[in-house]
Structure formats: structure tokens, C-alpha cells
């Protein structure tokens, strides 16, 4: 069974509640529960950290065994040299995520410190963000 880890970065703890108009008022369980429904064959792993270390750490802990990686790392995404870092250190593809279209929003979220280190990017569409970036993942080689 092919495994998949998604990790979320800070702030998407409060998802649903979090400013609703630009990341929806659903909670992110709602979006984990649909992608186990929608790929029973896939396992789908779920970590949440507001700590970059803890998101670094767990990069560690699955990126030599699992089959992917789908990555929302949040603020610390225009920010974290040290996740870029992390990225480059493991051979499981990453795929960078976000709910928000981040380019049609402020100058500093245009700016991605991670993606270049990145299997692909997906943004904009929402929390099927997630769904497109798991099957991009599962499809490639
Ligand atoms: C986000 C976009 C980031 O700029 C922001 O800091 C987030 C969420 C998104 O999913 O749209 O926390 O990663």
C-alpha cells in the first residue's frame, strides 16, 4: 500500500474557523475524511505542527519510507530555508500546497522558499488543493 504524509504548517490547526472568506469554513478533518473515502487504496497519513522544527522533524521521520509527501507549511513556506533544506535531504517527492491562490495575493506570499526544492506546486483551488496534489503524486513515476 502506497503511504502518503500530509503535514500542515502553522495556523492550519484553525482551519473552518480562520478567516473563512479565504480558506473556507470547512475543518480540515472534513478534507482528510474525503481523501481516505476517495483513495481507500492509498494510506493517508495526517500531521499538524505551528512549530517548524516539529514540521522539519517530521519531513525526517517519513521521507525515507513513504511514497510522497503533500506540504501546506503556511507563512513559514515564504520564509524557511531550514524546510527547504529538509526537503532536499529526503528522496519522497514533496509536493507544495496551498488553499489560497498565494500570487493573487500580498507581494510576500508570492515568494515560495520551498517550491524550488519541490516535486510540483498546487494552489488556489481551495482544500481540493489537496485532492489534486495527492493524485499528481499518485500518477507520477
Ligand atoms: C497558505 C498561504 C500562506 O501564505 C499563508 O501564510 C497560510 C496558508 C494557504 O494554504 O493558502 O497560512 O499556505
Partial sequence: ??????????????????????????PFDDCLASLRRRHPEVQIDYFQSNIEGEL?????????DYDGIILNAGA???????????????????????ISNVHARE????????ASACRGVVCGFGMDSYRLALEGLLGAE
Fill in 107 to 114: 507581494a510576500f506570499r508570492h515568494v515560495s522558499m520551498i
Fill in 1 to 26: 500500500m502506497k503511504k502518503i504524509q500530509i503535514i500542515n504548517g502553522p495556523n492550519l490547526n484553525l482551519l473552518g474557523r480562520r478567516e473563512p472568506g479565504v480558506y473556507g469554513a470547512a
Fill in 76 to 98: 513559514y513556506t515564504h520564509t524557511s530555508i531550514a524546510l527547504q533544506d529538509a526537503i532536499r535531504a529526503v528522496p519522497a517527492p514533496v509536493v507544495e500546497v496551498h
Fill in 56 to 64: 522539519i522533524d517530521c519531513i525526517h521521520r517519513v521521507g525515507f
